[in-house]
T-cell receptor, first 115, second 113 residues
Framework: GAVVSQHPSRVICKSGTSVKIECRSL??????MFWYRQFPKQSLMLMAT?????????EQGVEKDKFLINHASLTLSTLTVTSAHPEDSSFYIC???????????FGPGTRLTVL | SQKIEQNSEALNIQEGKTATLTCNYT??????LQWYRQDPGRGPVFLLL?????KEKRKERLKVTFDTTLKQSLFHITASQPADSATYLC????????????FGKGTMLLVSP
């Protein structure tokens, strides 16, 4: 149980384009999902907290107009990187919070490369 | 603000030995602390959660201790195997939200045959 999928696993795009990443909790409902980014040999950095049916809460320094988050249902959250630049290249990981166990379950991650 | 410290140097041990990883934290009293495993290019995988009122928790070959006085958690893998080689992340609930986590940088464990 507690499986989280993420799609796509890898994406390469041109500078200036937008990329959408999907995060789904497959076997449980998650009122709260999280989006992280991780640079090589660095820790996971929380970008935003996504609550179903409401606006996402962004961490300090994260541009909400650049990283659009939509949590449309209890099993799906999406992150759209708008007008991508090479410095947005990173490993993006989502997680879904299972309230029953106080645990975040992570997706496999998406490697974004912006040319 | 919260600060989590994990040994940044890789831990090299021989197969069969017990691996012990350390997580220290400051400026906070977490309600719980979690350990995750992360393989290269993959998302973290949940291993164990220990609450502030628990001193020790076990799961198969894994054992976690939680000392709220020392502000430290120890993570043990007994009878280690090469397949245990990975980066292990310590995380505690963020002071801004119960479900939100702050992660340490992780410690890489290398188990040689």
């Amino acid at each position: 149980g507690a499986v989280v999928s993420q799609h796509p696993s890898r994406v390469i795009c041109k500078s200036g384009t937008s990329v959408k990443i999907e995060c789904r909790s497959l076997d449980f409902q998650a009122t709260t999902m999280f989006w992280y980014r991780q640079f090589p040999k660095q820790s996971l950095m929380l970008m935003a907290t996504s609550n179903e049916g409401s606006k996402a809460t962004y961490e300090q320094g994260v541009e909400k107009d650049k990283f659009l988050i939509n949590h449309a249902s209890l099993t799906l959250s999406t992150l759209t990187v708008t007008s991508a630049h090479p410095e947005d290249s990173s490993f993006y990981i989502c997680s879904a919070f299972a309230g029953r166990t106080d645990t975040q379950y992570f997706g496999p991650g998406t490697r974004l490369t912006v040319l | 603000s919260q600060k989590i410290e994990q040994n940044s140097e890789a831990l090299n041990i021989q197969e069969g030995k017990t691996a012990t990883l350390t997580c220290n934290y400051t400026n906070y009293s977490p309600a719980y602390l979690q350990w995750y495993r992360q393989d290269p290019g993959r998302g973290p995988v949940f291993l164990l959660l220990i609450r502030e009122n628990e001193k020790e928790k076990r799961k198969e070959r894994l054992k976690v201790t939680f000392d709220t006085t020392l502000k430290q958690s120890l993570f043990h893998i007994t009878a280690s195997q090469p397949a245990d080689s990975a980066t292990y992340l310590c995380a505690l609930d963020k002071d801004s939200g119960y479900s939100t986590l702050t992660f340490g940088k992780g410690t890489m464990l290398l188990v040689s045959p």
